[in-house]
């Protein structure tokens, strides 16, 4: 299977940070950060539901960090990527919690 852009970005955010897993820094989290959200919109744009979309950046992570990233730092990920996911759905709901379209 080849890797969409979104996907290689991804990856090589999480590599950049194999050499200090452990510690990151702010730029290297927000690189981090932005690579889950673009891809996050990908996969959902390409119909795949939020716990697949999950269970895709998780392996990501496992398979470039073989277990070497902090149990922070991928849950930090899985963290942006369900907050990227349902962004576009509470951004359009009004209070009562229907949406306003």
């Given at each position: 299977m080849i890797a969409s852009p979104a996907e290689e970005a991804l990856r090589t955010?999480?590599?950049?940070l194999l050499p200090s897993s452990r510690i990151a820094?702010?730029?290297q989290r927000e690189r981090?950060?932005?690579?889950?959200c673009a891809l996050v919109d990908e996969l959902k744009a390409a119909g795949m539901?939020?716990?697949h979309?999950?269970?895709r950046i998780r392996?990501?992570?496992r398979e470039i960090g073989r277990g070497g990233f902090s149990d922070t730092l991928v849950a930090d990920a899985v963290r942006w990527c369900i907050a990227r996911y349902y962004e576009d759905v509470s951004a359009?709901?009004?209070g009562d919690g229907r949406?306003?379209?």
């Open positions: 955010a999480f590599e950049e820094s702010r730029a981090l950060q932005g690579a889950v539901n939020a716990e979309v999950v269970i392996a990501i992570a359009s709901e009004d949406r306003s379209d």
